[in-house]
């Protein structure tokens, strides 16, 4: 037989196992050939694929009831009920292009001494709520109904340090999913507030990194026209959600302010009612007290019951607006990026059940994302945070580490590696 011809028969062969590797829309590619698929292109570069948070598996989960996860991120693009720079309504895109870096292989938290990727709990993106711009009170409705929902479905993987405990020893937080908002302007976090109240059926303690108070009374911004909907704002939703009881007044704190105060003296730090709710750390307090006199104020504060769930509130602006300067409402003379994070990491034993990090404002970020970049770096280490608080192990990681290399960088006997595979 001629080359050629040889050449022929063996394009024909290979036509026709491309034509038998066809399959209809209906049948199940064989376990070998996904294999194969599987090893040949299931690889995302950090910098490529659809821009879901650090790569997680995205699902619409409003719309698939039997979506389940351990913690869902979910995006709340809403800017509407902002006092001054809008654009926050970007805020969700912005800060899941800028945890490109985040991959699941890669991402492990030496501080920690865990991969919250790749370890007992399922993270899943959920999307962002549809939240209409045109009706503020709707889109109060919205939010509330979204993260009710998505804050009261099962959870996947029981975390492994409840496994060995009677049911009413298992932590609050422990009991249902746990949401993390990317938003969004700061008001989101009321009707997040409403829903973990409805959820946990006691008020919730309320961490708040911020440069503003935001308890203001609405009658700041003009005692004359007020309605209904102006009391829905960035800058008095905790004033509202403390007087729908739905914050724990004994337990609560702000960090971070340097915001000036209405009037001429230092009214809204003592006019009783919402303001009284919180304590108050200052930008200025770590100066004298250093990030880790931060967190031993504010632990001192809120304490571990197993009982009390906690909200972590992160406005952006909490940071100096050379840090971040993306943001609705910068102040000058904020905490460092790298300041604030170590800070978020003395804080990992708190019983968080839900945060934020709200007021990312792209449009006024610049060329190299810096607000952006460190709001994914936030929600890495509040995330971290969260799985790290059910692994049924000690883990030194970084914090833990002793000069004779015991209790050093922890590892995880006995998780399942299956979650964050699946999220590939
Ligand atoms: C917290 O304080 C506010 C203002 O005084 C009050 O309206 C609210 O009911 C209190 N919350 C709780 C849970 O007791």
Redesign the pocket.
């Known amino acids: 037989m001629p080359a050629w011809k040889s050449l022929v028969s063996v394009l024909a062969l290979a036509s026709t196992a491309v034509s038998c590797a066809h399959h209809g829309d209906n049948e199940v590619v064989p376990e070998h050939e996904r294999e194969e698929l599987l090893k040949k292109w299931d690889q995302e570069w950090s910098f490529s694929g659809i821009a879901s948070f650090a790569h997680l598996r995205t699902v619409k989960c409003l719309v698939e009831p039997s979506e389940n996860y351990d913690i869902a991120v979910i995006g709340a693009p809403f800017d509407t009920a902002v006092s001054y720079r809008p654009g926050a309504r970007f805020g969700p895109r912005a800060i899941r292009a800028a945890s490109a870096r985040q991959m699941s292989g890669t991402s492990y938290n030496t501080r920690a001494g865990i991969n919250p990727y790749n370890s007992w709990a399922k993270i899943t993106d959920c999307g962002d709520i549809p939240i209409t711009p045109f009706d503020n009170g709707l889109a109060e409705r919205q939010m509330y109904e979204a993260f009710l929902e998505l804050g009261s479905r099962k959870i996947v993987n029981a975390a492994p340090s409840t496994k060995s405990k009677n049911k009413k020893d298992v932590s609050i937080g422990a009991r249902h999913p746990k949401l993390v908002t990317l938003g969004g302007d700061h008001s989101v976090a009321l009707p997040a507030l409403r829903a973990l109240y409805k959820i946990y059926q006691k008020?919730i303690t309320v961490l708040h990194f911020d440069a503003h108070l935001d308890t203001w009374n609405p009658v700041r911004y003009s005692a004359y026209w007020q309605s209904e909907q102006t009391q829905f704002n960035h800058g008095s939703f905790f004033h509202k959600a403390?007087?729908e009881?739905l914050?724990?007044?004994s337990t609560s704190a702000h960090a971070g302010l340097r915001t000036r105060l209405t009037g001429v003296d230092d009214g809204d730090y003592t006019t009783?009612?919402?303001e009284?709710?919180f304590i108050r750390i200052h930008a200025d307090d770590i100066d004298e007290l250093g990030p880790m006199g931060v967190v031993e104020k504010i632990m001192s504060r809120i304490g571990l019951d197993p009982e009390q769930p906690v909200y972590l509130s992160v406005d952006i602006d909490v940071l100096d607006p050379s840090t971040a300067p993306g943001t609705g409402t910068p102040e000058p003379g904020g905490w460092t990026t790298r300041e604030f994070i170590r800070i978020l990491r003395g804080l990992e034993k708190l019983n968080l059940v839900g945060a934020d990090i709200v007021e990312v404002s792209p449009a006024y970020d610049n060329k190299g994302e810096t607000t952006a970049l460190a709001a994914a770096q936030v929600v890495f280490e509040i995330i971290t945070s969260m799985v790290k608080s059910g692994v049924d192990a000690q883990l030194g990681g970084w914090y833990g580490r002793r000069e004779d290399g015991s209790g050093g960088v922890g590892v995880v006997e006995e998780a399942p590696a299956t979650a964050g595979k699946d999220e590939l």
């Open positions: 008020p403390s007087r009881g914050i724990c007044n009783p009612g919402p009284q709710g």
